[in-house]
């Protein structure tokens, strides 16, 4: 057992007799290796051996201004000294609202919930309840939450068993999840209009909503071909579908008004966590009016007794007057560019064969070819191991980002130059010394 990491791995001993596996959310499991961190600062954290690493993962991406910001905490705390919950509305849940709505090309109203995976799920039964329909649409290599009727098809099922691109097969994303929702889901492969228009004439009568990840945030951050998020929108408006454009990941990431704004093209729903509030536990979901309408108090059920909680609420208020206000993600998106430069540069002077992908704010790079992938499986046929091989390295030398090209780097507007610099640095070492 190497010294540095004693500390962490006795922590890990105790943790994994109490909770299993050690960790509250699968994807934190590591095996034995499961890191425990103590505290975070800016672009940086400390496991609880005092190890510092740059962090490009940011709790899988909320903590967009950086770690312990002391104007969002500052807003958390003074709010919570008259209260975090009532079984009422609180003025600070208008105020939000308020703001999302202005920030937010499409987005006329907006209910709260407390992740993701709340947030998808409510906008999935809205839709439900709006077309009269039961059939979700998403696509493979998407991942939506942790709910039964998205947790099909995403990164963690292999690309090979999923049949053939032109009638992929829905897989669950492990056990648990019932066999007879599999009749109300099917699967299309990104970036293929073709595939989607097949299914869509085929079985639209049963289809509610078509749900994506406008960026496959969950495999390499691959981007949607230009047009097809435009195609997308234009099968649900023809067809009488709910596009839900699932945000979680892109929300305030890639632009003060996510994918709607960046690509111009809007769900009839959104669904938004992550950056919203700097890691601080809220989610929201909403859209066009004639949608959200149907949402009506004891005709749909929607709703829970934590959401639009002040902890939430406060957080996102400091968060989102912060990037209305500044140029939090023009920042962001500039560090972005340097680093996908950088990282490039380096992997082609090692002659590593490799893709960049994706936004600046949230970029990711396959290696073993150097193909833009335009869906799942072209980011699984990659060279994986050599990927997690760097990403080792890298974490050895003090730079944490995930170990697989699924995940993309996740960057805040605390990481500065000296970050920058310290990770190329580090990134050109970790390569030379795996090099194949
Ligand atoms: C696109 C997308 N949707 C939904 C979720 C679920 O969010 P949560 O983990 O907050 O439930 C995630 C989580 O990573 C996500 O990436």
Request: with cysteine; hydrophobic share 40%; net charge negative.
């Amino acid at each position: 057992m190497s010294n540095k990491y004693m500390k962490t791995r006795a922590l890990y001993q105790r943790a994994k007799q109490v909770i299993p596996y050690g960790v509250h959310s699968n994807f934190r499991y590591g095996g034995e290796e499961t890191v425990i961190i103590a505290r975070g600062k800016g672009g940086h954290v400390w496991d609880v051996d005092g190890n510092e690493f740059i962090d490009y993962r940011l709790a899988f991406g909320p903590v967009i201004l950086g770690h312990a910001d002391e104007r969002v905490t500052a807003r958390v705390t003074a709010a919570l000294q008259s209260g975090n919950l009532y079984a009422h509305t609180h003025p600070m849940e208008v105020t939000v609202a308020e703001r999302m709505v202005r920030m937010c090309p499409g987005l006329d109203m907006v209910r709260f919930a407390n992740s993701g995976t709340e947030a998808t799920m409510h906008a999935i039964r809205l839709a439900r309840a709006h077309t009269g329909r039961d059939v979700i649409l998403k696509f493979q290599g998407c991942y939506h939450g942790f709910q039964d009727y998205t947790l099909w098809s995403t990164a963690g099922s292999p690309a090979s068993a999923a049949g053939s691109a032109r009638s992929l097969i829905p897989m669950q994303s492990g056990s648990g999840i019932p066999r007879a929702i599999r009749d109300l889901v099917l699967v299309a492969p990104f970036n293929d209009p073709e595939a989607l228009e097949r299914i869509v004439k085929a079985r639209w009568g049963d289809i509610a909503a078509i749900i994506i990840e406008p960026i496959m945030g969950n495999s390499a951050s691959v981007m949607p071909e230009p047009g097809f998020l435009e195609f997308v929108r234009a099968q649900c408006d023809a067809h009488g579908i709910v596009m839900i454009m699932d945000e979680v990941k892109t929300g305030f990431r890639i632009g003060n008004g996510g994918a709607t704004e960046y690509f111009g093209v809007q769900g009839h729903l959104m669904t938004y966590a992550k950056a919203m509030a700097n890691g601080f536990p809220i989610a929201a979901f909403g859209g066009c009016k004639e949608v959200m309408s149907t949402l009506v108090p004891y005709e749909v059920s929607i709703g829970g007794t934590y959401c639009g909680n002040l902890v939430g609420a406060a957080a996102a208020d400091a968060t989102l007057e912060i990037m209305e206000t500044t140029p939090v993600l023009a920042q962001i998106a500039s560090y972005g560019e340097k680093l996908k430069r950088g990282l490039s540069d380096i992997m082609t002077e090692a002659g590593i064969e490799h893709a960049m992908v994706g936004p600046a704010a949230m970029p990711g790079f396959i290696v073993g070819t150097s193909k833009q992938p335009k869906n799942f499986r072209d980011v699984t046929n990659s060279d994986l191991g050599l990927y997690a091989k760097i990403a080792k390295g890298m974490f050895e030398r003090g730079v944490e980002y995930e170990d697989d090209p699924r995940e993309p780097f996740f960057l805040c507007a605390a990481h500065n130059d000296s970050d920058l610099g310290n990770t190329l640095e580090r990134f050109n070492d970790a390569v030379r010394a795996v090099r194949p």
